[in-house]
Each structure stands twice: as structure tokens, then as C-alpha cells.
């Protein structure tokens, strides 16, 4: 595993309530759940239609807010063995001009302006480079990702990642869909690890996204 550069810190398992839950999940084979939601993004996306900002920009910005809000979305399993992260970055998918994928890698910003100089100045570097770039060997592999992909063009219900064998580092991925003018919502899929949360840590988190959304359009 390469060595992230945020702080790690050890649970404690002899006082971690979810010790037992842990131990269970932490061996299954597929060990991550998933759960689709609808966010409410009617007055995120008109906020970007009168402002100099991306409205996929925006919501990868909230959403790397919101992970930094919720301690459980920054717990990752390090040598069997669960730790709590200090920060983390987005691992963020997006598309180049010949229709292939390349990671691009953001990292947390103090306001939207700065994210959104940021993400354009990385994502037009990303996207001028093979898939397999210094960028991607660098940083993939690291446990202080979160994973981001957009699906534009899809409203979708459901949603399932591919996954290689062995264990993860039970890294969160979520999946934005299409914008639907007619409702004001976007899917979203989540993808998190039993052995460090279960549906009510997601139910709380999906809250502080779309307050995190909400109270940036006010």
C-alpha cells in the first residue's frame, strides 16, 4: 500500500462499538453494500447556470465537504485493522476527447472558487494523459481516496462496481447520475464497506450532503 500524506489514526477495538461487526464483514468476499438515493440539485444547478462555476465541479466539491463532516466516511482498513483518516481526496473519473476515462485526482479546497481553479488546471492535465499516467501511479492504491464517477447521461436506480479479488481498503465510491429538469434531482449511488458502516451511517451522511447543497445555494 502506498503512504497516503494525511494523518492516520488507529480505532481503538476494545472500545469501537462496531468491533464485533468489523470482524464479521471484514472477511466477506463482497463486502461493500450499495444504496441509491435522489438528491434534490434543482437550486445547485440554476446556481451554476448564473454562475462561473461547473455544475459537476460543484457537487464533487460538496461531496469531498461532506466526507470531511462525517468521520465515518474517512475510516479505512489498513492491515486488517480499521483507522481513522484525517482527510481524503477525490479519486474523480472524467472523460477525454477519445471517449476513455482518466482518474483525475482533486484535493480538498477552502471555497469553491479555489476548487474550481483546481479541478479545471488538474482535470486538463489528467485528461492529456495516457490512463495510466505518474499521476495514476502515484496516487492510485492510496487509502485516502474517495472514488467519483458521473454518469451524465444515465437516471438510473441501481447501480454495481466492477471489483477485483482480495481485500480493500474499504475506499467509498459514488456514482452521480443525469440531472432531470423536469424533478430537480440526480441519482446517486454509494458504495461503502460493511465492516465500517452500515445503512444509518449512509442515511447520515446522504443528510449532510444535501444540507451541504442546500445551504451553499442560500
Not at 4 to 22: G, M, N, V, Y
Request: charged share 20%; hydrophobic share 40%; aromatic share 14%.
Amino acid at each position: 500500500m502506498k503512504t497516503p500524506s494525511c494523518e492516520i489514526t488507529p480505532i481503538d477495538l476494545a472500545t469501537w462499538p462496531r468491533k464485533q461487526h468489523f470482524a464479521f464483514f471484514k472477511e466477506f468476499s463482497l463486502p461493500y453494500f450499495n444504496v441509491c438515493v435522489s438528491l434534490d440539485m434543482a437550486a445547485l444547478y440554476n446556481k451554476c447556470k448564473a454562475e462561473p462555476y461547473s455544475f459537476f465541479h460543484s457537487y464533487v466539491y460538496l461531496t469531498l465537504e461532506a466526507c470531511h463532516d462525517y468521520a465515518p466516511m474517512r475510516q479505512r482498513i489498513i492491515d486488517s485493522l480499521p483507522v481513522q483518516l484525517s482527510s481524503v481526496r477525490g479519486s474523480v473519473v472524467e472523460l477525454a476527447e477519445d471517449e476513455t476515462f482518466r482518474f483525475s485526482y482533486f484535493e480538498k479546497q477552502a471555497s469553491m472558487e479555489d476548487f474550481s481553479k483546481h479541478a479545471i488546471a488538474v482535470g486538463k492535465t489528467s485528461k492529456a494523459k495516457p490512463f495510466f499516467s505518474d499521476a495514476f501511479a502515484a496516487t492510485e492504491g492510496q487509502p485516502d481516496l474517495i472514488h467519483i464517477s458521473v454518469l451524465p447521461w444515465l437516471n438510473f436506480t441501481g447501480f454495481s462496481h466492477a471489483v477485483s479479488e482480495g481485500h480493500g481498503l474499504g475506499i467509498p465510491k459514488f456514482v452521480f447520475g443525469q440531472y432531470d429538469s423536469q424533478t430537480g434531482k440526480v441519482p446517486l449511488s454509494i458504495d461503502v464497506h460493511h465492516a465500517l458502516m452500515d445503512g444509518l451511517h449512509v442515511a447520515r451522511f446522504v443528510k449532510i450532503l444535501q444540507e451541504k447543497i442546500t445551504n451553499f445555494c442560500n
